[in-house]
T-cell receptor, first 113, second 117 residues
């Protein structure tokens, strides 16, 4: 158990809908990262938050957004969903400025039908 | 931007034998970290081994070891005495040392390892 919790584990929704994925980092970890894993694109970095503030942005679509709350949990919002958004979404966390090891949650499997 | 390349989409090994998975990376930075992650069928991403670029000594974790060639920008993973439980997708990953290492991981496409009984 990595200590990173993601909910839900599975999500099936229709095109055009909006969903929210939730991540609770390990206790004490200040950084949260979101990754998308699809069959054709591999593991793609989406966005990073550090202590509540956006720190880095990767290949995140404008239809997607995220935030990190004061208790350090994070949410990834996906809207106007398309079939191509079907993927495994991972959250990872790390300690912060001294930490260089990222711990991953079990992922949320999103299926858009 | 940094890139990570895993040139072997699939590999197989006999149980109890040794296998080496290849990884090369491209960076202009001198301070960085390298990782191998394992993703079994459960989909969980599990850290296998890590290497700091400033360390010349190759990292070792039980049956797993790396061959880190900084000048060649190569970071291969050797699995000794392969076990059935080693069957998984293996990802090589790079993290910049900027920001005290608190930067996103850049992943390769992965190598699927099969272990034959």
């Amino acid at each position: 158990d990595s200590g990173v919790t993601q909910t839900p584990k599975h999500l099936i929704t229709a095109t055009g809908q909006r969903v929210t994925l939730r991540c609770s980092p390990r206790s004490g970890d200040l950084s949260v990262y979101w990754y998308q894993q699809s069959l054709d694109q591999g593991l793609q970095f989406l966005i990073q938050y550090y202590n509540g503030e956006e720190r880095a942005k990767g290949n995140i679509l404008e239809r997607f957004s995220a935030q990190q709350f004061p208790d350090l949990h994070s949410e990834l919002n996906l809207s106007s969903l398309e079939l191509g958004d079907s993927a495994l979404y991972f959250c990872a966390s790390s300690v912060g400025l001294q930490g260089w090891e990222a711990f991953f949650g079990q992922g949320t499997r999103l299926t858009v039908v | 931007a940094q890139t990570v390349t895993q040139s072997q989409p699939e590999m197989s090994v006999q149980e109890a034998e040794t296998v080496t998975l290849s990884c090369t990376y491209d960076t202009s930075e001198s301070d960085y970290y390298l990782f191998w992650y394992k993703q079994p069928p459960s989909r969980q991403m599990i850290l296998v081994i890590r290497q700091e670029a400033y360390k010349q000594q190759n990292a070792t974790e039980n049956r797993f070891s790396v061959n880190f060639q900084k000048a060649a920008k190569s970071f291969s993973l050797k699995i000794s005495d392969s076990q059935l439980g080693d069957a998984a997708m293996y990802f090589c990953a790079y993290r910049s040392g900027k920001g005290s290492g608190n930067t996103p991981l850049v992943f390769g496409k992965g190598t699927r390892l099969s272990v034959i009984a």
